[in-house]
C-alpha cells in the first residue's frame, strides 16, 4: 500500500504565483486535512474535509482553496503564493472519529 | 477551542538514559490523545494513542505514556532511549466529536552517546 501520497516533493514558486499541491490516499479513508509545518510551531490546520462532498477551514485557511475531488483526492491551491507561504505541506488522512491520521511525506514550498 | 503546550523545546539525553517528554493540554470536552514522532526529512508516524480506558498507554519502539485527567497532560516515556530515537515528538488532541488533530510545537529529543 503507497499510503498517502504527495505530489510534488519540492517546489520553488515567485511571489503571486499559483501552484496547486495534490494528495492522494488509497486506504478508503473518509477524512483529508491540510496541515503545514513551521519551525517552533508545530503542524496548523489549514482546510480538513470529513468526507467526500465536503470542506472546512481550519486555524490558517487565509491564501488557501482545497477541492475534494472524489473520495481518494484531496488537493491544495495557492492563487497568489505569498512569501509567508513558505512551509512544509501535509497531507494526511483518517477513517473515523479518533483515529489516528495517517501522513504523506510532506511538500517542502519556497516562495521567493 | 483546544490547545496543546509541549513544554520542552529540546531535550538533550545521554543514551541508555530515560527519558520523559511532556505535553499538557486543554479543552472544555473530552479528547482523545496521540503522540507523533517525526524523523528529518519525514512525515509523522503514529507511536501511541489514547481513546479511553487503562490511562497507561503502551506504543511502538518502547515508549509508552499516561494520561492524566485532574493534570490534564499526556506525558511520554521511555526507560533506556537510543541513538535512533532522535527526533521530534509531537503531541495531538482531537476532541470527542471531531477529527481533526491540534498539534503541540514539538519537542526535538536528542540522543548522545
Known amino acids: 500500500n503507497a499510503g498517502v501520497t504527495q505530489t510534488p516533493k519540492f517546489q520553488v514558486l515567485k511571489t503571486g504565483q499559483s501552484m496547486t499541491l495534490q494528495c492522494a490516499q488509497d486506504?478508503?479513508?473518509?477524512?483529508m486535512y491540510w496541515y503545514r509545518q513551521d519551525p517552533g510551531m508545530g503542524l496548523r490546520l489549514i482546510y480538513y474535509?470529513?468526507?467526500?462532498?465536503?470542506?472546512d477551514k481550519g486555524e490558517v485557511p487565509n491564501g488557501y482553496n482545497v477541492s475534494r475531488l472524489n473520495k481518494r483526492e484531496f488537493s491544495l491551491r495557492l492563487e497568489s503564493a505569498a512569501p509567508s507561504q513558505t512551509s512544509v505541506y501535509f497531507c494526511?488522512?483518517?477513517?473515523?472519529?479518533?483515529?489516528?491520521?495517517?501522513f504523506g511525506n510532506g511538500t517542502r514550498l519556497t516562495v521567493t | 477551542a483546544q490547545s496543546v503546550t509541549q513544554l520542552d523545546s529540546q531535550v538533550p539525553v545521554f543514551e541508555e538514559a530515560p527519558v520523559e517528554l511532556r505535553c499538557n493540554y486543554s479543552?472544555?470536552?473530552?479528547?482523545?490523545l496521540f503522540w507523533y514522532v517525526q524523523y528529518p526529512n519525514q512525515g509523522l508516524q503514529l507511536l501511541l494513542k489514547?481513546?479511553?480506558?487503562?490511562?497507561l498507554v503502551k506504543g511502538i519502539n518502547g515508549f509508552e505514556a499516561e494520561f492524566n485527567k485532574s493534570q490534564t497532560s499526556f506525558h511520554l516515556r521511555k526507560p533506556s532511549v537510543h541513538i535512533s530515537d532522535t527526533a521530534e515528538y509531537f503531541c495531538?488532541?482531537?476532541?470527542?466529536?471531531?477529527?481533526?488533530?491540534?498539534f503541540g510545537s514539538g519537542t526535538r529529543l536528542q540522543v548522545q552517546p
Open positions: 495531538a488532541v482531537s476532541p470527542t466529536g471531531r477529527r481533526a488533530l491540534t
Open positions: 486506504m478508503n479513508h473518509n477524512s
Open positions: 474535509s470529513a468526507s467526500e462532498g465536503t470542506t
Open positions: 494526511a488522512s483518517s477513517e473515523e472519529e479518533g483515529s489516528p491520521l495517517h
Open positions: 489514547y481513546l479511553s480506558g487503562s490511562t
Open positions: 479543552s472544555s470536552v473530552s479528547v482523545y
